[in-house]
């Protein structure tokens, strides 16, 4: 079992940043790849990111390539999503996601375990 601790969600005006965290429990926390996920109001749940156990392979979506930045710290369990120049459609819950093995994928269905998710809001 693998919980997921998601922080660093606010608001904040078009163009700014905002850094979102993601504490796993856990000692194999290097061997699972983690993803973050994005809903909006009245959307579907969205990939995001992803980023592969051992760091080195990351997945981007179109909409955020260039924007934002995920890394992934295996010594504290954190995985990180740096968010810069942030539009008003950007608005959603992000969640945080693990999956049971090191590859990253953009399917939520092959994620395992999913966090409570945070709120980002980027006002106009």
């Known amino acids: 079992q693998v919980q997921l601790v998601e922080s660093g969600g606010g608001l904040v005006q078009a163009g700014g940043s905002l850094r979102l965290t993601c504490a796993a429990s856990?000692?194999?926390?290097?061997?699972?790849?983690m993803g973050w996920f994005r809903q909006a109001p009245g959307k579907e749940l969205e990939f995001v990111v992803a980023?592969?156990?051992?760091?080195?392979?990351?997945l981007y979506s179109e909409s955020v390539k260039g924007r934002f930045n995920i890394s992934r710290d295996n010594a504290k369990n954190t995985v990180y999503l740096q968010m810069n120049s942030l539009k008003p459609e950007d608005t959603a819950v992000y969640y945080c996601a693990s999956k049971q093995n090191r590859y990253a994928k953009s399917r939520a269905d092959e994620y395992t375990y999913w966090g409570q998710g945070t709120q980002v809001t980027v006002s106009s």
């Open positions: 856990g000692s194999t926390f290097s061997t699972y790849a």
């Open positions: 980023i592969s156990g051992s760091g080195i392979t990351t």
